[in-house]
């Protein structure tokens, strides 16, 4: 388990700016990450270790406002729970599972 604080707005009205949340790293050696789960992944070119929403899981079809986004094997779909204040996968991507760092268990 490792604490971490969050920063930005991303993730309101569930985390608010400077929250600090456990993050269980162990948790995706036992199973796959879930669609729904707050999870801790490094996102974009920079590989900052950001807090988001999992909504896309491996294979997954979606339409995230008009653009389809077709995941691979190893891909999932993060976005912030306040959309309008979060750089998430819309803008940056998906993210490979290599990335997710683990879930938030406690906020």
């Known amino acids: ?17 400077g929250a600090l949340v456990l993050v269980d790293q162990r948790v ?27 909504i896309g899981l491996p294979h997954d079809e979606l339409v995230v406002g008009n653009r389809l986004w077709q995941l691979q094997a190893d891909e999932y779909f993060l976005v912030g729970d306040s959309r309008d204040q979060s750089a998430d996968s819309r803008e940056l991507g998906p993210v490979r599972q290599a990335d997710v760092v683990g879930r938030v268990r406690y906020y």
């Open 28 to 54: 995706y050696r036992r199973r796959s990450p879930r669609r729904g789960e707050i999870v801790v992944a490094r996102l974009g070119a920079s590989g900052r270790a950001c807090v988001k929403r999992l």
């Open 1 to 17: 388990m490792k604490l971490m604080r969050v920063q930005g707005r991303s993730m309101e009205p569930t985390l608010r700016p």
